[in-house]
């Protein structure tokens, strides 16, 4: 049996059951939220094990504070507001159309497709899960080929949670990936790299499945002349260090006024030192994924060495299993060179000095819409002019990440960076159907402008 043919069954399974309840209730949907919630607090230790094995090493703290924490508030809000969400939304009629009565019904897509990548991989699987259940719809996982152990017990606990037709999860490599992006899904959300988001776009644009492309890039933190350099450089290594730099939103590069660079850099090596001390036992920073992103993240590091750049590591502990690399710091690489052209994904973090604020903002907005930007001021006029002068998927303004764990903010990229935002409200109305139905009450006012046209036809042509 080819390897497809599971997969288009299984597509055939869940479209059947969904045409049997194609407008789920409120119950039957808060039920399969709250099977998530279950899955979740029944299994949080075997399943941070299962990420730790697959990392090499990857603390249980990080993976609760990342990833499960996250996704209980995404559950509790949604779970509060999904009454609201589902009910139709009236909408106006003009003065021609009074005997109209319209409004929007939200309706379930049917089967979505979700295919997640190895860096956050409960986050990115079960995150759009709970708003494509939340929007009455059936599901279809596809986690990374990179993280077996995650991906096993993944399936293992779907099948306990939930019945095949609701939520399914197909392990498998980069043969199984490509047969499932090939999918005629009602709607496919792809986490991952905008190289392979090309290979799914094309793959889903046979069947013309609407896509949702959440993808990375080079995010930037700007640190404006007033703000407390020592904060910046807190709150930029904690978003940076969090699981090794790993992470689609952390801060890739730095753009910070030239004579501050050196105060910035002491403060950043100082606060890694602190996060992981050599003396701890057991130590909170997590591996790299594998030898791949290790040696990719060396090569970076050795060109800018050889272009006789300064580097400056932490003096950190490293954990017993798996790749690692320390924090390092890059000070002012070349524009060309890997670090600076390829998103880092790695606890490596260039510091690019500007003389004027104008021309970092312009820095940012000649390079691709990223995903987050960072933007560190107390001063209102400095945060409206960055504001309005750049692009970028979300921001968080004197602090790093914490934009996604916002349950009521939409969490998207733009261009380059993904297409479509999800979480929340914005959610829910991405996996349903917005389906605008206009009723006539009494008297169908059409029937004034038919032919033959006559007098009210004349009236209006005036
Ligand atoms: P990846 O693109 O290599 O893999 C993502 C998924 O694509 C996996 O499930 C994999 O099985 C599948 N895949 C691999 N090759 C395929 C092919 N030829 N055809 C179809 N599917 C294929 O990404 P990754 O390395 O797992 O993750 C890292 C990337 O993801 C980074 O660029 C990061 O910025 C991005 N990311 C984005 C977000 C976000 O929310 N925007 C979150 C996490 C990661």
Same mark, same amino acid.
């Given at each position: ?41 029944? +299994? ?74 190895? +860096? ?343």
């Amino acid at each position: 049996m080819s390897d497809i043919d599971p997969l288009r069954f299984m597509l055939k399974r869940q479209r059947e059951a969904f045409d049997e309840e194609m407008h789920p209730s409120l119950e039957v949907r808060r039920d399969r939220l709250n099977r998530i919630g279950r899955l979740l607090k029944e +299994n949080q230790a075997a399943l941070c094990e299962a990420v730790s094995r697959d990392f090499g090493h990857r603390s249980h703290h990080e993976t609760i504070q990342l990833e499960i924490a996250p996704l209980m508030g995404a559950l509790r809000h949604t779970r509060a507001r999904l009454r609201r969400w589902m009910k139709p939304e009236r909408r106006s009629r003009s003065l021609e159309f009074l005997q109209f009565s319209n409004w929007v019904q939200y309706q379930p897509l049917g089967v979505i497709g979700i295919m997640v990548p190895w +860096n956050y991989p409960l986050l990115l699987a079960l995150g759009p899960l709970i708003d494509i259940l939340a929007a009455g719809n059936r599901a279809m996982i596809k986690p990374s080929e990179l993280l077996p152990v995650t991906s096993a017990l993944l399936a293992r606990l779907a099948g306990t949670y939930f019945k095949p037709e609701e939520v399914a999860v197909t392990e498998g490599g980069v043969e199984t990936a490509e047969a499932f992006s090939a999918l005629p899904f009602d709607h496919l959300i792809f986490t991952g790299s905008t190289a392979v988001a090309r290979k799914v776009m094309a793959a889903a644009a046979e069947n013309l499945t609407p896509l949702t492309l959440e993808l990375g890039g080079k995010s930037p933190a700007i640190i404006a002349p007033d703000y407390p350099v020592a904060q910046a450089a807190r709150d930029i290594a904690f978003g940076k260090l969090m699981n090794a730099g790993q992470t689609c939103i952390a801060p890739d590069y730095v753009l910070i006024e030239r004579s501050k660079l050196e105060t910035f850099a002491a403060a950043f090596i100082a606060t890694a030192e602190t996060f992981y001390p050599r003396q701890s036992g057991e130590t909170h920073y997590t591996s790299l994924v594998g030898e791949r992103a290790h040696d990719r993240l060396m090569r970076g590091i050795g060109e800018c060495r050889a272009r006789g750049v300064k580097l400056m590591s932490a003096g950190i502990a490293l954990p017993a299993k798996g790749v690692h690399i320390p924090p390092t710091l890059v000070i002012d690489p070349p524009a060309d060179c890997l670090l600076m052209e390829e998103e880092i994904f790695g606890p490596v973090l260039p510091l690019i000095p500007y003389d004027d604020f104008d021309a970092a903002l312009k820095f940012i907005r000649e390079r691709p819409r990223p995903l987050a930007l960072y933007l560190f001021t107390c001063d209102k006029a400095i945060e409206e002019k960055a504001l309005r002068n750049t692009i970028s998927g979300n921001v968080t303004v004197n602090g790093t990440l914490l934009h996604i764990a916002q349950n009521d903010l939409p969490f998207g990229g733009i261009g380059p960076s993904g297409i479509g935002a999800y979480h929340g409200h914005e959610g829910f109305k991405r996996f349903s159907h917005a389906r605008g139905i206009a009723k006539v009450r009494i008297f169908n006012p059409a029937r004034l402008a038919m032919p033959p046209y006559g007098r009210i036809a004349a009236l209006l042509a005036r």
